[in-house]
């Protein structure tokens, strides 16, 4: 196993391995007997702890000594309870020499100084995390246990930034250190603007700590990763991006991002009519929502909290779509200074380690908030690092194409005008559907020509006004995730490799479907219900 070579085992070691094993199944025979009579006594936690100093990792002995300790905790006095507790936590100590990163040990732990100690020594318990992230800093069971010890004796975020600080400068590639540095940051420095992780100058002043740590272990994904979580996604302000009314009546409404229309954001359509919601598919948070009261008036009004957030005019068709649509918010002047100065600086590191694909992630997404469509942006310079990656680490390629077809997706929304009722997005080599819900309005999809899968089709379904919906040429070998659309009328689906239709797959529609399946291995006398076919 990982390369190492197996060893024959002599005949003592044999003898001696199975004698172990006699002793542990006697052992835990005798344990399950206590335990199914009820047994809450010193034994138990004698039997029982002799087990665990061998194998810690047997969560149901820790669980029967649970149940010893609180029967304990019921019938000894405090003095008595305080040496229990001494003993529990030396135990686990043990076990932690011989497996520090043993998930039941830390548990019990933690479960000892909530429900058993009257008086936790929280203190030597922040030496016990020193001592053990000095051993092995990267001991992810260890930094969970300090998060929880820090949250009950109260310590100061600051203290701990600190500690994250120095446990990085020690060593660059301490990814814990980098995480935990995430969750403590927003806490000392929350931005007022609700736009950024951090407030700004410490925004800032983070680039400059990773851009030192990239540049001392550029193959280490460490600071790489800490860099993305600075460049994620900015908090952006509620908008309704289109909105209308179906053929039948319904009325949608689309948001920019994932919102709860329950109970607190409503949409009326004026200041008498409150509209009850739904979503697609029944989650309380959507990016769709359809409603069964009628409306056929000149405008829709987005009402939260009780005040007027956005008028949404609606065209001849009923329909109101967002002139504009942004990924990315746009950077103030030292903000943008900051990128540029960023994405200079991992040119420069792609020039001296052309191979490293860290470095090359992480240029597209710095060209991407510099100007998503400016010149330094251009849609040729990234897709060429997209190129790049899947050269250099192909075991990820699936991932990289993913990517790259969000930001495909992601540049002609941005380039393109919403406006128009048809979307053509035939030929663009996508693997994966992103941002599918921009296209809520359309009555026409062109998706021909891409490299979706069959699971690629359960994410149509915000296509709600789609009436033809253009699928030829996708490699599909099923339709059987296909959504329930209300609006569609249409579905070529022709030059894909379908044999077999379900008849379960157009059951709900209301309307008779047309189903063009030309150039499918499909038999021509196949019939299925609720659609009519074209083969």
């Known amino acids: 196993m990982h390369g190492r070579r197996k060893e024959n085992v002599t005949v003592q070691e044999e003898k001696k391995r199975t004698a172990k094993v006699k002793w542990y199944r006697n052992l835990m025979e005798t344990i399950f007997e206590k335990r199914k009579n009820k047994e809450y006594d010193d034994e138990a936690l004698s039997l029982t702890s002799e087990v665990l100093r061998n194998i810690p990792d047997i969560n149901t002995l820790w669980n029967y000594r649970k149940q010893v300790l609180k029967h304990m905790k019921a019938t000894i006095p405090e003095e008595e309870l305080r040496e229990l507790v001494d003993r529990e936590l030396k135990l686990t100590k043990d076990c932690l020499i011989g497996q520090p990163k043993s998930y039941g040990t830390w548990f019990q732990r933690c479960w000892v100084l909530d429900h058993i100690s009257s008086t936790p020594d929280y203190d030597k318990e922040l030496e016990l995390c020193n001592y053990y992230l000095e051993l092995d800093e990267r001991n992810f069971h260890c930094w ?46 929350p931005d007022p603007n609700n736009h950024l992780p951090i407030e700004q ?31 994620g996604e900015r908090y952006t302000e509620v ?14 409404v689309v ?17 008498n009519v409150l509209m009850s919601w739904s979503s697609l598919n029944g989650a309380s948070r959507s990016f769709v929502w359809l409603s069964d009261v009628k409306h056929m008036k000149k405008e829709m009004k ?84 997209f190129e790049q990656l899947k050269t250099l680490d192909p075991l990820r390629l699936n991932y990289y194409n993913d990517i790259e077809s969000k930001y495909k ?52 379904t915000p296509l709600v006004s789609c009436e033809i919906l253009k699928l030829s040429q996708c490699s599909l070998t099923s339709l059987q995730l296909f959504p329930l659309l209300p609006s569609l009328q249409t579905l070529d689906a022709s030059h894909n490799s ?11 529609y209301e309307a008779c479907v047309q189903v063009i399946l030309t150039g499918n291995p499909v038999s021509e006398d196949m019939v299925v219900k609720h659609c009519t076919l074209v083969i």
Not at 239 to 252: D, P, Q, Y
Not at 255 to 271: A, E, I, Y
Not at 423 to 448: G, P, T
Request: with cysteine; net charge negative; glycine share 2%.
């Open 144 to 189: 969970d246990y300090r998060r929880y010890v820090t949250d009950r004796h109260k310590v100061l975020p600051s203290k701990e930034l600190t500690y994250s600080t120095e446990k990085i400068e020690a060593n660059f590639s301490n990814y814990s250190a980098w995480h935990y540095r995430s969750k403590l940051l927003p806490l000392l420095y």
């Open 201 to 231: 100058d410490k925004y800032v002043e983070e680039f400059s700590m990773v851009e030192s740590a990239v540049f001392t272990e550029p193959k280490d994904q460490s600071a790489w990763f800490y860099q993305r979580w600075l460049l």
């Open 302 to 385: 987005l009402v939260i909290e009780g005040k007027i957030a956005q008028i949404m005019p609606l065209d001849q068709q009923h329909v109101y779509v967002s002139d504009s649509y942004k990924f990315y918010q746009e950077l103030n002047e030292e903000l943008a200074l900051e990128v540029k100065k960023q994405s200079d600086s991992i040119e420069t590191l792609i020039q001296m380690e052309p191979e490293n694909k860290f470095a090359l992630l992480t240029s597209i997404t710095l060209l991407q908030h510099l100007n998503p469509l400016g010149e330094n942006s251009s849609p040729a310079t990234i897709l060429n690092r």
């Open 409 to 460: 997706m992601e540049t002609f929304i941005q380039s393109k005008s919403l406006l128009s009722p048809v979307a053509n997005l035939s030929n663009l080599q996508l693997s994966s559907l992103h941002h599918v819900h921009c296209f809520a309005h359309c009555k026409e999809v062109i998706l021909s020509e891409n490299k979706l899968t069959n699971n690629c089709l359960r994410h149509l």
């Open 239 to 252: 908008k309704v991006i289109s909105a209308g009314v179906l053929h039948n009546g319904v009325t949608f």
């Open 498 to 508: 379908i044999d077999q239709i379900e008849d379960c797959v157009f059951q709900k």
């Open 255 to 271: 948001f920019n991002q994932l919102v709860d229309l329950n109970p607190t954001s409503l949409v009326k359509v004026d200041s």
